[in-house]
């Protein structure tokens, strides 16, 4: 079935620096990618999202680029700020039988240290 | 709007016992799903549903069984509950639109979670 990797699995920067998280996928099929912030004691709540046929989609201090060759995709925060210490979820989605079924990656746990 | 709810926010079970999990949303989203999510290992869908009456199974469906008889509503029931299945457990909803000549599902709306402890 699909697996999602997903790495580092804790990552610590300094407020003002970039955090890159990177995914990959292994089933071609997929064609959705979210990806999704969960504060403690909350739900995933969607960030930023991305479909196969676009490279890169950016909203103000986050991005996220895909490569559907290599079969991978990455978020990138820029301006890291103490709000964005979350744990962060990439996932792939594809169509299976009446809807479309996402598979998760074991979440990176993001510290932005002040 | 309230979006999607959970109840209750946490439940303690004894091996063998069964209960239900309620999930109900008013965005009037025809896509739920119900997902449990363990240390270490993100999110796994256990079934999902698009409409009243549609119901499919995920990655993890053993053991968990659910039905859709409203669009607002997607209970999760554990017939006979086993340690294996202490997590914690949040349902989402989703609109649908047409994308590329196929029904297209995108943002989840997810609620607060259940946590469950069967010992």
């Known amino acids: 079935g699909e697996n999602v990797e997903q790495h580092p699995s804790t990552l610590s920067v300094q407020e003002g620096d970039s955090a890159v998280i990177k995914c990959t996928y292994s089933d071609s099929a997929s064609n959705y990618f979210p990806w999704y912030k969960q504060e403690l004691g909350k739900g995933p709540q969607l960030i930023i999202d991305i479909r196969s046929n676009v490279g890169e989609k950016k909203d103000q201090r986050i991005a996220v680029t895909l490569n559907k060759t290599a079969k991978h995709f990455s978020l990138h925060i820029t301006e890291t700020q103490p709000e964005d210490s979350a744990v962060y979820f990439c996932a792939a989605g594809k169509w299976k039988n009446y809807g479309q079924n996402f598979v998760f990656g074991p979440g990176t746990r993001l510290s932005v240290l002040p | 709007n309230a979006g999607v709810t959970q109840t209750p926010k946490f439940q303690v079970l004894k091996t063998g016992q069964s209960m239900t999990l309620q999930c109900a949303q008013d965005?009037?989203?025809?896509?739920m799903s119900w997902y449990r999510q363990d240390p270490g290992m993100g999110l796994r869908l256990i079934h999902y549903?698009?409409?009243?009456?549609?119901?499919d199974q995920g990655e993890v469906p053993n053991g968990y069984n659910v039905s859709r008889s409203t669009t607002e509503d997607f209970p999760l029931r554990l017939l006979s509950a086993a340690p294996s299945q202490t997590s914690v457990y949040f349902c989402?909803?989703?609109?649908?639109?047409?994308?590329?000549?196929?029904?297209?599902?995108?943002?989840?709306?997810f609620g607060p979670g259940t946590r469950l402890t069967v010992l």
């Open positions: 965005m009037n989203h025809e896509y």
């Open positions: 549903s698009v409409g009243a009456g549609i119901t």
């Open positions: 989402a909803s989703s609109y649908s639109f047409v994308w590329q000549g196929s029904y297209s599902y995108n943002e989840q709306f």
